[in-house]
Each structure stands twice: as C-alpha cells, then as structure tokens.
C-alpha cells in the first residue's frame, strides 16, 4: 500500500553570500515513511539548528528538497497539479509555534475558521457552516459561545492556539504538522493542547508530525521519536525504549539534561568532550564527534550508517556496529530507515 507521505534521502542546503558560496547543511539523508492505515503521533526532537523546523516546511511543501524527494501518496510534492494539489493542501496541515502570529488583528476569530470552510467548500450553507466551526471547536475543548464573535486580542494565547488545531481540524486532515505547538503557551494549557492532539489522533484518524525541543512533552505524547543533530537523524524508535534507554551519545546527553524529579539524582552529570573550532570545523564524519565522550579516530573520517537494533529501532553510531550485525531484520524495522 502506498504511503500517505514519504521522505526519500532528503537533504537540505541553504546557500547565502555573493554567487551563493556559502552552504549550509540543515537537512541530509532522511527518510521517512507515514502510513495512512496507522495513525501515528511521530516526534521530531533536538536543539535548536537541528533541522527540525526545516524538515516540517518541507513536508507542508513550502520548501523544495536539494536532494531526495518527498512525496505523497506515492507522487513527488512539488509535481503535483490541478486537484491532487488541492487534495495535499487539505490533507496535509500545519499548527505553527506563534499563537499570536496566526491571526490578523482587524478580523474576529471566525474568520480563521469560515476561510478554509468557503475555499474547500465544506459546507453547502452559513448555518451548516457554523455548525462545523463550533463542532470543530468543541472538539478541541473551547465553548463556542466564549470564543467566536471576538477579536485575537481579547483571547488568550492558549485559545488561540486551540482556535488554530480547530481550524486544521476542519478540513479533516490525515496528517497534521506541528511546530512547537505548546512552547509559547503557559505550563497549564500544554496539556489541553497536546489531548488535543491525541484526541485527533484517536477519534479522526490523523498522523501528527510532533516537532520539539521538548523530550518531556515527547515522551508523554508522541508514539515514536526522531532525533536530529546538525541534520541528520542519529535515532529513531518507539518513544518508551528510546527515552527510557538512549542509544547514542547525543540522546544519552538530552536525557541526561532533563530535570527529572529526583533528588539523589545528579542534573548533568554526563561528560562532554570538548574539542576546539578548527577540530569540528575539519571533521568530515559524524557530526557529533566534537563533543562525543565516546569519539573514536573514525568517527571524524566517515558518517557513521543506520545501524537496526531491533524492532523499528535505528542509530547511527559505530558503537552498535557489532550489535546491529547480529540483528538481521526480515524488513525495514524503523522508520528513519525505511
């Protein structure tokens, strides 16, 4: 069955300066395999330059991959014409990080709501119309009555951004992109938002591509986990065995600066290497070496390749070389590496 979205050796380089001299590698050689028939909650985690946000802009397709493909359902995004493009802008959708910068201030809240309504054409009449729009918001928590009718400011930023699951709700999504949707809201509204989340996930059916910075929303919300560094993902699996048993040295150091609440529990306790600049500037392997405890001379000669450890478990690292060769899976068994 062909996928609802895959990514194929994806890579992404940004180039600035004068005849575009200077590359920046956000993205290189991800892959990535959403099924329609199984709706998944998929975390996409790391420190800010990882990547994160730009691997999200290119499954919307507002950006265009350097290499690799990204396509949907089966066809490559930016060839896609006429009412199978139509068909991806409904499909695919997006929760952006800024709650405030979704709407514009002259128009009331229903206006969020009523435009996607008329340009898809969902409703054959205002009043079914509005029925959608309050359904929509029901479902995401929010009493009609207290929301619609008002103007951005007079709302808080967590209804705004339940206002803005709403609307992609509307169109009745099989994937949902979501930028760091709970960071700009306060402690006590990220959990309405992400049940939001996970009610899409059970009751409509929708895949949700769950981008963060956040391991501890993570944990609690997403299904599985990619984790990104300098563009590249270094681990992917089942959410539970990854957080709870980090494979690769980078992951071990994110968990480790979670501040779990355990008092004889040392906060930071593992060590970092530290290399010098012209060191990691030089390296032409993993891009982790410079500040890996566990670096060896071949780390910095070669990128290490997925390595599979189990079921629909991968990391790239040389450390589990021996490891991965006794595990011989009968099929692709994770998702960063399908």
């Known amino acids: 069955m062909t996928p609802l979205l895959e990514l194929r050796a994806v ?4 180039t600035r300066g004068v005849f575009a001299r200077e590359r920046v590698v956000a993205l290189k050689g991800v ?24 691997l999200g802009l290119l499954v919307l397709g507002f950006l265009q991959p350097t290499e ?27 929760v952006f990080q800024d709650p405030f910068a979704v709407f514009n201030p002259f128009y009331k809240v229903d206006h969020l709501l009523q435009v996607p309504i008329e340009k898809f054409k969902l409703a054959p009449s205002r009043q079914a119309a509005r029925l959608m729009m309050e359904d929509a918001l029901r479902a995401v928590g929010l009493r009609p009555e207290e929301v619609l009718g008002r103007f951005p400011h007079q709302l ?24 760091e949707p709970v960071s700009m809201v306060d402690a006590s ?6 049940e939001s989340l996970r009610h899409m996930r059970d009751a409509h059916g929708v895949s949700i591509l769950y981008i963060t910075h956040d391991l501890t929303t ?43 609440p355990d008092v004889s529990r040392v906060w930071g306790a593992a060590p970092m290497t530290k290399r010098d600049g012209t060191e990691a500037r030089a390296n032409t392997g993993c891009r982790f070496a ?12 070669v990128p290490p390749p997925t390595y599979h450890l189990g079921l629909r478990r991968a990391v790239a690292c040389y450390l589990y070389e021996q490891e991965a060769e006794k595990f011989n899976p009968a099929e692709p068994q994770c998702m960063a590496a399908r």
């Open 68 to 94: 690799g493909a990204v396509l949907y359902r089966g066809k490559r995004v930016d060839a896609l014409r006429g009412a199978e493009y139509w068909r991806f802008r409904r499909e695919v959708q997006a």
């Open 189 to 194: 509204l990220r959990a309405t938002i992400l």
């Open 11 to 14: 890579g992404k380089v940004y």
């Open 290 to 301: 410079p500040r890996c405890p566990a670096v060896m001379p071949r780390c910095w000669q």
């Open 218 to 260: 993570a944990y609690h919300v997403a299904d599985e986990i990619l984790v990104l560094y300098a563009g590249r993902v270094v681990e992917s699996g089942e959410v539970e065995a990854v957080i709870r048993a980090p494979k690769h040295p980078y992951t071990q150091l994110l968990i480790d600066s979670i501040p779990w």
């Open 31 to 54: 892959d990535l395999v959403i099924d329609e028939s199984r709706p998944r909650i998929i975390a996409v985690a790391g420190e800010s330059g990882s990547g994160k946000s730009t």
């Open 156 to 179: 808080s930023g967590g209804q705004r951004q339940r206002i803005a699951v709403a609307r992609a709700l509307l169109l009745k999504p099989r994937l949902l992109v979501a930028d």
